[in-house]
């Protein structure tokens, strides 16, 4: 029955999809307030510091282009989500109400189909939600050079910047463009990854998740945009992501047991399916275990909702083989070694310490650039600080001149 009225996979991918929405309106909104907060539109100095912060008509300029920034920001945000709602609900009743036929007389072979692609796209998805927490840095980049245009129109009209050139209407309307593009991807991104997993399952199960995870991925949402706090996102994602692929795991075994499954009762006959639990309702050939208790299927004497979350989140089932245990193991081995291979290309491993990847290469250098600049700058500031103490006390003796000496003593 909870199939039927809440399927766990799809609040997952909604879930996902909302915070990850969520996260970019967070940023928006947060640098707004930094550049008011920060100074980032104010002239470069004040000609009056008796002035208060809240004086003046510069400040009531600013505070009139953070309000605009922040309804095109909101605009923004609805407008895309609006348009991704009416994209996904114009799919989902097409699907069933034109494609719902296509399965009838081979259900197992379908279903096998179905959990193999929702398995496969919850593995993609889940990559990608461990890459979330980087995307703040990303999109302060992004948001940084929107926002130039601006200060470099304040700076030139209190006449201590260049001339201001004019904008293109991209760039003016950025703030709008950035969440509404931004939305209407991840709309339409739960919305395949969604049509993927919905295959061959009730429609009734469609909408309650969908509504639960737009609302617990806003409250999520919030929560990020109010604290703040990397480390909290980081672990939440981490947590978020390792359910999800449980879930995946789950789905790519069932998939083998439903390949199996139809395998087996095309041989014997499709009235397989009514003998119950007992003798002669499964494959001897190759299974690892069947016990007479757990089974998730409905309608079965010995289901129950515990059992039906089990089968939802972990894939557990009453009877299994050895290519359903083999899959699930595989499952996670590939999900270890996309991890594994992730980390390589962006250099955040090595092997042994020695073998490196042309990322960890690069990371290297531009720590040893970064060095070297510091250094040159270090150098810079000890020499016009010895210029300026040689005009009033005499010259002096450089620290490398001095090691030097000390060495040869």
Known sequence: MGNNVFNVPIFFIVFREVIEAAIIVSVLLSFVEQLMNSGRLSPTERIDEAVGPDDGPHNEKVKRIVKRMRYQIWA???????????????????????????????????????S??????IFLMGIAFLKMDRSRIKWRYKLAA???????KMMAESGQGPAYKKPSWTAKWSLFLLPLITLLREGLEAVVF?????LGIPATSIPLPVVVGLIAGAIVGYLIYKTGSSTTLHWFL???????????AGLFSKAIGFFQYYKFAKAVG???AESGDGPGSYDVHGNVWHITFGNPETGSPTTNGGWQIFNAIFGWNNNASLGTILGYCFYWIAVMAALIYYKWTEGRVT????????????????????????????AGVYESKHDGDSATQGSGTPPEEKNKRDLTV
């Open 194 to 198: 969604v049509g993927g997993v919905s």
């Open 116 to 121: 193999l692609i929702a398995s496969i796209l």
């Open 270 to 272: 499709g009235d397989v």
């Open 146 to 152: 929107a926002f130039d245009h601006k200060s470099a």
């Open 238 to 248: 981490i947590i978020s992501t390792t359910i999800l692929f449980l879930i995946g």
């Open 351 to 378: 092997c042994g310490g020695r073998v490196k990847s042309a990322a960890a290469k690069r990371l290297e250098a531009r720590r040893e650039e970064r060095l070297a600049a510091a250094n040159a700058y270090d």
């Open 76 to 114: 923004g945000t609805f407008v895309g989500f609006f348009i991704a709602l009416c994209i996904g609900a114009a799919f989902i009743a097409v699907f069933y109400t034109k494609l719902s036929d296509l399965w009838s007389k081979s259900e197992q072979l379908w279903e096998g189909v179905f």
